[in-house]
């Protein structure tokens, strides 16, 4: 699977628009991208996926670059509720077996 | 959305036993099935891909005959530990892969946290 690489950590106020940043320098034309995130003690759930377009969805946006070396998943007003590990990762169109390889992701906080 | 259930949600044994962990898919049916764990402050590491009526493909360094899988129907994948140790306490989460359009989304359990004596 391609790699993707994302800040350890970030820190948000409540209330507040988040950006949280992926590159995925590597990626093919084939490889959407996908993003889950794992609250405290949860399995992880998903958020959102693209392939080029920008995509919009009841929880979050997905901004995905021209080139589509990186991507931005916006969380338009993060609540406390928001705070996890989010992962941004790459997976192939029709992947059939093919399992989600999951990265060390970005640890959001959210300050009230 | 898709729902995955694992069941039990915990559990703690004592050394040398065996645990059994169940994974279904509530409304959808799973040829595929994939298993986690998950150690403290770390990501999810794949452990194994569960194919209905088949034998389970373990990752590099997952002992086959200690984690035993059986994915005996298209919504039950059951892991079993077997002759468990204090380091097999772990979060194990499994997920199973449904076709939503045309890209297949993996959903996730709840998980299981397993704690050996």
């Known amino acids: 699977d391609a790699k993707t690489t994302q800040p350890n950590s970030m820190e948000s106020n409540e209330e507040e628009p988040v950006h949280l940043p992926c590159n995925h320098s590597t990626i093919s034309g084939t490889d959407y991208i996908h993003w889950y995130r794992q609250l405290p003690s949860q399995g992880p759930e998903y958020v959102i996926h693209g392939l080029t377009s920008n995509v919009n969805n009841r929880m979050a946006s997905l901004a995905i670059a021209e080139d589509r070396k990186s991507s931005t998943l916006i969380l338009h007003r993060a609540t406390l509720r928001d705070a996890a590990v989010y992962y941004c990762i790459l997976s192939l169109l029709n992947s059939g077996n093919t399992p989600l390889v999951f990265g060390k992701g970005t640890r959001l906080s959210v300050i009230a | 959305g898709a729902v995955v259930s694992q069941h039990p949600s915990w559990v703690i044994c004592k050394s040398g036993t065996s645990v059994k962990i169940e994974c279904r898919s509530l409304d959808f049916q799973a040829t595929t099935m994939f298993w986690y764990r998950q150690f403290p402050k770390q990501s999810l590491m794949l452990m194994a891909t569960?194919?209905?009526?088949?034998?389970?493909?373990?990752e590099q360094g997952v002992e086959k005959d200690k984690f035993l899988i059986n994915h005996a129907s298209l919504t039950l994948s059951t892991l079993t530990v077997t002759s468990a140790h204090p380091e097999d306490s772990s979060f194990y989460i499994c997920?199973?892969?449904?076709?939503?359009?045309?890209?297949?989304?993996?959903?996730f359990g709840p998980g299981t946290r397993l704690l050996v004596l």
């Open positions: 997920s199973a892969r449904r076709a939503r359009l045309a890209v297949e989304t993996q959903y």
């Open positions: 569960s194919n209905e009526g088949s034998k389970a493909t373990y």
